[in-house]
């Protein structure tokens, strides 16, 4: 499985922007670029994907290089309920294939008041 | 459009009990993922099952663990004779069948499993 590397850690303040950057040098064409997040004891969150182009949903915006080796989450307005551990995740989505999500350590996000 | 739900929520065992976990997910939905995620530890895939099918059980222990999706009624996520480190929070995921242009994997609260 294609690889994924995150930060450890980051922070924000409330009503700033944030942006979560991935690295997965080695993604293949047929990897969607998944980012899920996970609130304190909560299951986890899908928050947004894309293959090639930048995509924005009301959660959040997600730009993806030219290359496709990297990617940013972006989160317009960060708020106190944007605390979390936020994962960026390649998924195979080839013809009807689906496959598990694999996790790494994500970035925990640290949103101050 | 109820979302996927987890039962028990919280599930204590004693050592050598059996342990069983109940996922039913979003209306639609016929694939169905277990996951596991260990104290201080991030989240691992155990088993992917479609309807009445295992399809991917590579994260499964070997032993005591195993999952069904039967034609009617919730998966299952059966553990036998528990022990202290099977204490975790067991996640479920649903997705929709292939096709409908949704890959997204919607999941449920989770069951803490702790045993004593």
């Known amino acids: 499985d294609a690889k994924t590397t995150q930060p450890n850690s980051m922070e924000s303040n409330e009503e700033e922007p944030v942006h979560l950057p991935c690295n997965h040098s080695?993604?293949?064409?047929?990897?969607?670029i998944h980012w899920y997040r996970q609130l304190p004891s909560q299951g986890p969150e899908y928050v947004i994907h894309g293959l090639t182009s930048n995509v924005n949903n009301r959660m959040a915006s997600l730009a993806i290089a030219e290359d496709r080796k990297s990617s940013t989450l972006i989160l317009h307005r960060a708020t106190l309920r944007d605390a979390a551990v936020y994962y960026c995740i390649l998924l195979y989505a080839g013809g009807t294939s689906y496959g598990k999500l694999t996790f790494g350590q994500g970035t925990i996000l640290t949103v101050h008041p | 459009n109820a979302g996927v739900m987890q039962n028990p929520r919280h599930l204590v065992r004693r050592r050598g009990q059996e342990a069983r976990l109940r996922c039913s997910p979003m209306k639609g939905h016929s694939h169905v993922y277990w996951y596991r995620q260990l104290p201080e530890e991030g989240l691992k895939f155990m088993v992917y099952?479609?309807?009445?099918?295992?399809?991917?059980e590579s994260g499964m222990p070997k032993e005591r663990f195993s999952a069904e999706f039967p034609k009617e009624g919730p998966s299952i996520l059966r553990i036998q004779q528990v022990v202290r480190g099977d204490s975790a929070a067991y996640f479920c995921?649903?997705?929709?069948?292939?096709?409908?242009?949704?890959?997204?994997?919607?999941f449920g609260p989770g069951t803490r499993l702790l045993v004593l």
């Open positions: 099952l479609q309807k009445e099918n295992i399809i991917d």
């Open positions: 995921a649903s997705s929709p069948p292939p096709g409908q242009g949704d890959e997204t994997q919607y």
């Open positions: 080695t993604i293949s064409g047929t990897d969607y």
